[in-house]
């Protein structure tokens, strides 16, 4: 009888356990700033809560980390806590993880078609945002014709929507992917340009 109890709950168990990811993430490059700055970035991306993002300036390292207790920034040996939200500000940087994994990403979406971005585009509308952060929402642009991501908008309450364009898209471990992303913030434009983009089938 406890053995039976025992199957039924890890069976229970099993169901209520998110599903594994297909694919797990780790970029790597070097960002240039149209304000003149220029750093080093590592995104690495093992699931929603547990996600990084890295920035390597010349006065040292910057950590910035999801885990199941939230969100941190580490820097010169000091681990704390960021604002609630700033979560979703880590992952909107996690750029290949969401072309991957859209909709676990941004709590699912919905799908506007031949949406206006100057292409005969559609739009995967995420559902999740940060409004404490000013975030309503992610949004992913893709061609009609090539089924391939153009941009990704970061929506923004009473301000224009942050806007990352892909390029230069390569063969990886078996799929094409973005080795040069800018992202216009409408102050500054980031140019993120990859040395290596690893993807990993999860085990």
């Known amino acids: 009888m406890a053995k039976g109890i025992g199957l039924l709950l890890s069976a229970v168990a099993l169901a209520l356990a998110p599903p594994a990811l297909a694919q797990r993430v780790l970029a790597e490059g070097q960002v240039t700033v149209s304000n003149g700055r220029h ?19 010349t006065d040292g390292r910057q950590h910035h980390v999801i885990d199941t207790a939230g969100a941190w920034v580490e ?3 000091k681990r704390e ?7 979703r500000w880590i992952l909107g940087h996690q750029f290949h993880a969401q072309l991957l994994h859209f909709d676990e990403l941004n709590g699912g979406s919905t799908r506007r078609v031949g949406a206006e971005n100057g292409c005969a585009c559609d739009e ?4 999740a945002g940060a409004p404490s952060i000013g975030i309503d929402r992610f949004v992913l642009v893709v061609d009609q014709k090539t089924g391939r991501a153009r941009k990704l908008l970061v929506e923004r309450a009473g301000d224009k929507p942050i806007v990352a364009s892909f390029e230069d898209w390569r063969e990886s471990g078996g799929r094409v992917l973005p080795f040069r992303v800018r992202l216009d913030d409408a102050k500054d434009i980031y140019d993120f340009r990859f040395d290596r983009v690893v993807v990993n089938d999860a085990k």
Do not use: I
Request: net charge negative; proline share 3%; no cysteine.
């Open 75 to 77: 820097q010169d040996g």
């Open 81 to 87: 806590a960021l604002p609630e939200g700033f979560a």
């Open 39 to 57: 750093f080093g970035a590592v995104m690495r991306f093992d699931g929603v809560a547990d996600a990084s993002y890295d920035q390597l300036r």
């Open 124 to 127: 995967l509308v995420g559902r």
